[in-house]
């Protein structure tokens, strides 16, 4: 069984920094293409970042791109977002999710096959 775990969250001023992990357990993870999405209260899950299984990067063009970095480590089986440059508008529970399906886009919810329970992350201003 497949089983994913964020870490990383909290609370952070403005202007501070976060780094998320997601460490995958049960599965290959070296063959999975990993994303990170986000759900603030009262609004849908938005993409936000994603590294497939050949080390492609992907981002949201508008509020990751240029202040997230998503990176990968297959020794560790873990998937990492660092935040730099926090707004108030990025408070949202943060999800991973992992493709076993040899994905390209993967900028959709519906190409993920396993998900972990979420990272809350609040940014006060």
């Known amino acids: 069984q497949v089983q994913l775990v964020e870490s990383g969250g909290g609370l952070v001023q403005a202007g501070g920094s976060l780094r998320l992990s997601c460490t995958v357990s049960g599965g290959t993870f070296s063959s999975y293409g990993m994303g990170w999405f986000r759900q603030a209260p009262g609004k849908e899950r938005e993409f936000v970042a994603a590294v497939t299984w050949r080390g492609g990067l992907t981002y949201d063009a508008g509020s990751a791109k240029g202040r997230f970095t998503i990176s990968r480590d297959n020794a560790k089986n873990t998937v990492y977002l660092q935040m730099n440059s926090l707004k108030p508008e990025d408070t949202a529970v943060y999800y991973c999710?992992?493709?076993?399906?040899?994905?390209?886009?993967?900028?959709?919810?519906?190409?993920?096959?396993?998900w972990g329970q979420g990272t809350q992350v609040t940014v006060s201003s």
């Open positions: 999710a992992a493709d076993d399906d040899y994905g390209l886009g993967l900028r959709m919810a519906y190409e993920y096959d396993y």
